[in-house]
């Protein structure tokens, strides 16, 4: 079993910044690309950020110049720091990740994972 966990959400005034963190734990091998998705209220999720193991990331357009993402491979980790937020950042957010899982003798090949979601409010 692999599990990705999501914390640091919560209420923020515009123009504030929060980190979110995510976390991966389990029977992991290997942890390949990893990514910050959204979904606000009545809209579709979309890909916020992503980052691969050598650390090339890509950034929606929406949010460029305003979040970084990163990781920590040796702790299983990444990070959005998110700046100057906004109204429509309000959504909640969702960690995913390419995951390639290890069991007695077998190896699995990579599947995708998701966290539970956090939520992300920016309100005056």
């Known amino acids: 079993q692999v599990y990705l966990v999501e914390s640091g959400g919560g209420l923020v005034q515009p123009g504030g910044s929060l980190r979110l963190s995510c976390v991966a734990s389990?029977?992991?091998?290997?942890?390949?690309?990893m990514a910050w998705y959204r979904q606000a209220p009545g809209k579709p999720r979309e890909l916020v950020a992503d980052?691969?193991?050598?650390?090339?990331?890509n950034y929606a357009d929406s949010v460029k110049g305003r979040f970084t993402i990163s990781r920590d491979n040796a702790r299983n980790m990444m990070y959005l720091d998110m700046n100057t937020l906004q109204p429509e950042d309000t959504a909640v957010y969702f960690c995913?990740?390419?995951?390639?899982?290890?069991?007695?003798?077998?190896?699995?090949?990579?599947?995708?994972?998701w966290g539970q979601g956090t939520q992300v409010t920016v309100s005056s």
């Open positions: 980052i691969t193991r050598g650390d090339n990331t």
């Open positions: 389990g029977s992991i091998f290997n942890i390949y690309t």
């Open positions: 995913n990740a390419q995951i390639t899982s290890v069991s007695p003798g077998h190896i699995s090949s990579p599947d995708d994972y």
